[in-house]
């Protein structure tokens, strides 16, 4: 969908002017842009309102030195990022990413994105999202701890449960909230759900950790069902093997379908017998190690590891289920899927397809899931985390993860709706760009110009 709206083109030409050299940031408007030139065209209040304007502006930008000490004695200095986008509809909420690629346009594009997928959950969440290009590989337990606690240290005066609660990342899973948060703790001398993601010891949710694979498999369930298809006896290519491929793994198992494929950022593996699950769990979870260790480990014997990554995609399948990084996907790689057969990709990344992967989607006409309505199981979640510390109150796994299954099925009905209401039937990306954008723009209209 080719942007051709004047107002939004000339919008677009000031994103880009005022944010050069960030390509995330400015892929992330320019697709969310072109989803709602029908809206532009049917809603002149929200453009005399300035909301288009304002929504590409981030309320407020934070960035700092980050200085710890290593085990050696020497002191490194890393630099940390806050961006707080959008609190039109409730506090900014969104992860803390730890890996060397992290700059202001990184941060900037998730949390562009991260305004309309919180906006898609139901729950009152603005988006916000930050990070540092600290690499926690190979660093010690006790240099992690000194980074975060120094990260920490500064992120604090800008952040509160009512005010802005980060998240997990890349890079940032338990170890690392745990640290930030007794850090915050210590600094602010109170006990609140500042941090989502935390321990079950001290606020944490049970079904954190499997929601945003399990989230990706509702939704992705519901797109099938909507579509006259299933997850049962089909099969699927998962990139990463981290949390959300995992638990996607696991969830993709139990509704029938067989899982193939796996990688890390070294390589692949392709086992066409179906992935153990209990040996990534192992690797991954328990050892940390590279995904290529399954080789030796699996019972299977027909298993092959790949170095590098994008091969995945050349693997016959029926569903993709992209869960590592941004841009993982290309027009190359999405022409590969099309032509062994795939119909279906819902994203459990952050933006993990590039324009010309989405138009290779559409234009063959593959369901199409895409990350701000897919993956926002884990998010979601974060907001029943942050119900549960504002009551004082747990709930079980099993309520948990029914709340979760309700949302996501309500986020792919708002998707549905929103694009069948514009006259984009079965283009759920747009219709999660309008949902989403709809939501926020109304109450940044209401609540005036500011």
Partial sequence: MALKNQYLIDLLETVKKRNAGEPEFIQAVT??????????????????????????????????????VDDNGKTQVNR?????????????????????????????????????KNSLTTLP???????????????????IMRFCQSFMTELCRHIGPDCDVPAGDIGTGGR?????????????????????????????????????????????NEMLKAN????????????????????ATEKATQYGAKVVALSD??????DPDGIEL???????????????????????????????????????????LPCATQNEINGESAQALVNNGCFAVAEGANMPSTPEAIEVYLSNGLLYGPAKAANAGGV????????????????TFEEVDAKLHDIMKEIFKQCDTAAKEYGLEGNYMAGANIAGFLKVAEAMKAQGCV
């Fill in 125 to 143: 969440m603005g988006g916000g999202k930050g990070g540092s290009d600290f690499d926690p590989k190979g660093k010690s337990d006790g240099e």
């Fill in 176 to 220: 690392e909230i745990g640290y930030m948060f007794g850090q915050y703790k210590r600094m602010r001398n109170e006990f609140s759900g500042v941090l989502t993601g935390k321990g079950l010891t001290y606020g944490g949710s049970l079904a954190r950790t499997e929601a945003t694979g399990y989230g990706l498999c509702y939704f992705t």
């Fill in 380 to 395: 979601a979640t974060s907001g029943l985390e942050m119900s549960q510390n504002s009551m004082r109150y747990s709930w």
């Fill in 31 to 68: 697709e969310v842009f072109e989803s709602l030139q029908p809206v532009v065209e049917k809603r002149q209040d929200l453009v005399d309102a300035g909301v288009f304007e304002r929504i590409v502006e981030p309320e407020r930008q934070i960035m700092f030195r980050v200085p710890w």
């Fill in 265 to 270: 950022s070294n390589g692949y593996i392709h």
């Fill in 278 to 320: 209990d040996v990534v769990k192992q690797i991954k979870e328990v050892e940390r190690k590279r995904i290529k260790e399954y080789v030796n480990r699996t019972s299977h014997k027909n298993v092959t590891y790949t170095e590098g990554c994008s091969g995945i995609w050349t693997i016959k399948c029926d569903i993709a």
């Fill in 228 to 247: 006259g298809k299933s997850f049962d006896g089909k099969t699927v290519v998962i990139s990463g093997s981290g949390n959300v491929a995992i638990y």
């Fill in 80 to 116: 940390g990022f806050r961006i707080q986008f959008n609190s039109a509809i409730g506090p900014y909420k969104g992860g803390i990413r730890l890996h060397p690629s992290v700059y202001l346009g990184i941060i900037k594009f998730l949390g562009f994105e991260q305004i309309f």
